[in-house]
């Protein structure tokens, strides 16, 4: 059987796009590792990296200032079980016009003579150039880019361009045919009179992302939200903190807990519960939820500040509250007395550890957690 190639690029596919001439300058794109290992292991593709490095062997980038750290790159991929049975790497410039350089395929002669399965072959690189590379092979191509930038796509390589993404993980789910391992994802954007929010959240991330709701203490606790939950959240918020801070904090609970709703889906394999006592110097905080498709809050916990800083304590539980009829989980809270600063960091740092384990998936169930049928 002939054997399907994966034609692989380097720079801001594996590698953070640059000219990498330095061992210091090497940063892997997140979870490509994982990925490029399943679909290694899956034993069904040919890896073959194709790379442009403009201008090896000239002054501005010596051949050796090349080798070294590409040679650390190789080498820390096949640690990780990620192997490569060919490489093609074209060191000329844009104005050499060289037959070998992508998008042009003079570098990949060997796999035109019929042994290889190029019509179900597959081009990852980040550039248009790697998609029309795929349209000159006679294979298709993943752009590994934002899908928002889908659109610019010309029409003639749209029918080559089987996937936009840059997320590994879905990446690989999608070659490997194994959607039930796919990202879980959510994107939404809610605009009101009073707030105007945008939010990505990916419960299968790494805890990458950045918060901004231009309340400081606010943006401090959904930090260890976005640090302790395992999950990317990137979260833009404007309100009309002119009036206060309560239609901003509010609606940040609210589309939080719409986009976690919307990327469980529906619930099948996840643990569906999730509980953490957590000690944070003079306090003790207990938090216990259950994405049970039924919203109910209980809340005992007693500040005895009415501010935390500029912040007012009472939203604190406005925003648990607004978070759990909108993401229709049963949520509890508890802690003991102490600091109020402590008391509230602790709060959000047992909820986002409490979340991890909810939303964890067992990967060989799809099952509901539930006797119902449905959740």
Known sequence: MHKRVLFLDRDGVIVEEMQVDSLEKIHYIPGVFGALSRLRKDGSWYFAMVSNQDGVGTPSFPKEAFEIPHQRIMETLSGEGITFDAEHIDYSLPEDN????????GMLSEYMDGSYDLAHSVVIGDRL???????????KA???????????????????????????????SFLLDESHLSPRIARLER??????????????????????THIPFFDHMLEQVLRHSGCDIDLHAHGDLVVDEHHSVEDVGIALG?????????????????????????VLAQVALDFSGR???????????????TFPTEMVEHFFKSFSDSAGCTLSLKVSEGNAHHQCEALFKAFA??????????????ELPTTKGML
């Open 98 to 105: 060289c037959p070998g350089r992508k998008p042009k395929i």
């Open 129 to 139: 150039t790697d998609v029309q590379l795929a349209k000159n092979i006679g294979c």
């Open 142 to 172: 993943i752009w590994f880019a934002d899908e928002s930038r889908a659109d610019e796509l010309g029409e003639d390589l749209k029918e080559v361009c089987i996937l936009v993404s840059d997320n590994w993980a879905s990446i690989a």
């Open 191 to 212: 605009k009101t009179k009073e707030t105007e929010i945008s939010l990505k959240l990916n419960l299968d991330g790494g805890s990458l992302g950045s918060i901004h």
């Open 258 to 282: 719409q986009a976690f709703r919307e990327a469980l889906g529906d619930k099948r394999g996840i643990s569906r519960y999730g509980f953490e006592l957590l000690p944070m110097d003079d």
């Open 295 to 309: 919203p109910y809050l209980q809340w005992d916990v007693s500040f005895k500040r009415e501010y935390i800083g």
């Open 353 to 366: 550890r409490a979340i991890k384990q909810a939303v964890h998936r067992n990967p060989y169930s799809m």
